[in-house]
């Protein structure tokens, strides 16, 4: 028996469904009936004497897969912003607060897991929440913490500490159970280009990283650090995977399809905790942040060939989704419009000194205060958009061909900025009304 899923009168044993056609992803840019305003049903609302004005504790941060929007979790429910131009765009003010808070790219799906302190959603329970409907269209309830969740147009990814729930978005059927070594940060990540499925999530070695090739049928154990893993994250088409260990100093990048070690960069030499890893869209950078408190940038030497002409599916059902192009290849590259990597002076003796000096490190730094946690995404234009558990909002530059220091361009400190608080309207609305000029949909 699968472990700690309700088993409710339902189509299924598996989850709890409140819509009997289950969650069907074309419906997502559909047309929609207007919700009512301030409607919110399955929510228990703050009262209004109670202390709404107090400022809430940010208790998550997480990017959606465009990365132009961030989701936040709080104390006293969540909230959405978009990054270009920074804007709060959707806040629901609860009696309860919520420790993982997933957007499905810009639509109005959103998963949800109550922290520990909230009475009505606890952190054992998975919340698929339609924020235009106001409701909760599914549930998922186990015996255990939810460490995280993952999402994509097609599949509901759960993490526990030692398993891995992988579920068809459509109808929330089972589809498989991933064991993993204790996995109490929920690392796993996830490829989002509809044509192919990968996962990476840590395996039951230390050290080790299993990927699933869904389309293709195929597992790959990475043998990536002595230690135990500490981050990572897959390019866009899970092609490549970037790891950093416990331990903190070295980042390292594989092909998934084979495991070969393609580069190695050195963020530091004393030991820190990674809290967030981003490859650019192009792959051309990857940025880190740690507890040090500087975040890096690297010059990457690999690239994905021929991404840009992948077929793209005509549906989300069509047969593109069930197999991965094999023909994309990695190839090795360093490109003269960008600039190198530094090491150390005493590079060419490579294999006589400790592996220490022949090091590549950081190509470009942004320096921030050392008392929080900050997660990293790249933005247009050689920029990096960076957001803080303290409320921080940073947009950055940086020079691709002479790297050093980065130049801030943009600082926010949203959680005390008095901003308008938006309880009715969908974010998918205002979006629409953003986009496209009072438009439906914009995607």
């Known amino acids: 028996m699968q472990q700690g899923l309700t088993a409710t009168p339902s189509s299924h044993s598996s989850s709890s469904i409140s819509t009997p056609r289950g969650i069907s992803p074309t419906s997502w840019m559909g047309n929609f009936e207007p919700s009512n305003a301030g409607s ?28 132009d929007f961030f989701s936040t979790g709080t ?24 420790k993982i808070v997933e957007m499905v790219f810009r639509s109005n799906i959103l998963a949800l897991v109550g922290a520990v302190t909230n009475p009505h959603y606890p952190p054992k329970k998975v919340l698929i929440w339609d924020d235009y409907q106001s409701r909760s269209i599914g549930e998922f309830t186990f015996r255990s913490e939810v460490r995280a969740v993952k999402l994509r147009r097609d599949r509901i990814v759960v993490v526990l500490e ?17 064991v993993t070594l204790a996995n109490p940060r929920g690392l796993c990540c996830l490829s989002y280009l509809p044509n192919t499925f990968v996962l990476a999530c840590p395996g039951v070695v230390r050290g080790q990283v299993r990927v699933e090739h869904f389309g293709l049928n195929m597992s790959k154990l990475i043998y990536a650090h002595d230690s135990h893993i500490g981050c990572l994250t897959l390019t866009r088409d899970g092609l490549l995977l970037a790891t950093a260990s416990a331990k903190g100093t070295l980042i390292r990048i594989f092909n998934t399809m084979d495991g070969t070690r393609l580069q190695e960069v050195r963020r530091g030499v004393d030991r820190a905790e990674i809290y967030s890893i981003a490859l650019s869209p192009n792959v051309q950078w990857l940025a880190a942040s740690s507890d040090k408190g500087t975040v890096h940038i690297f010059s990457l030497r690999v690239r994905v060939v021929g991404e840009e002409t992948l077929p793209a599916p005509t549906t989300p059902q069509s047969p593109a989704l ?79 061909v002479h790297g050093g220091e980065m130049v801030q361009q943009e600082y926010v400190q949203f959680l005390k900025s008095e901003r308008p608080v938006f309880t009715g309207a969908s974010l998918i609305q205002r979006m629409a009304k953003r986009c496209c000029g009072g438009a439906r949909f914009c995607f």
């Open 40 to 67: 919110s049903a399955d929510f228990p609302q703050q009262n209004a004497n109670s202390n709404s004005k107090d400022e809430a504790e940010l208790l998550s941060v997480s990017w959606n897969q465009d990365y």
């Open 322 to 400: 069930l197999r991965q192009n094999s023909s994309t290849s990695l190839d090795s590259f360093l490109s003269p419009n960008i600039g190198s990597n530094p090491s150390s002076s005493l590079s060419f003796m490579r294999g006589v000194l400790p592996k220490y000096f022949s090091s590549e490190w950081s190509f470009a730094q942004f320096r921030l205060p050392e008392n929080t946690q900050y997660f990293v995404a790249f933005g247009s234009q050689n920029s990096i958009i960076i957001v803080g558990l303290d409320g921080s909002f940073y947009r950055c530059s940086f020079d691709p």
């Open 162 to 178: 030692h398993k891995i729930y992988v579920y068809n978005f459509k109808d929330l059927k089972l589809l498989q159970q991933i």
């Open 75 to 98: 104390s006293h429910g969540f909230q959405i912003y978009s990054c270009v131009p920074f804007k709060e765009t959707l806040r629901r003010d609860l009696r309860g607060g919520f």
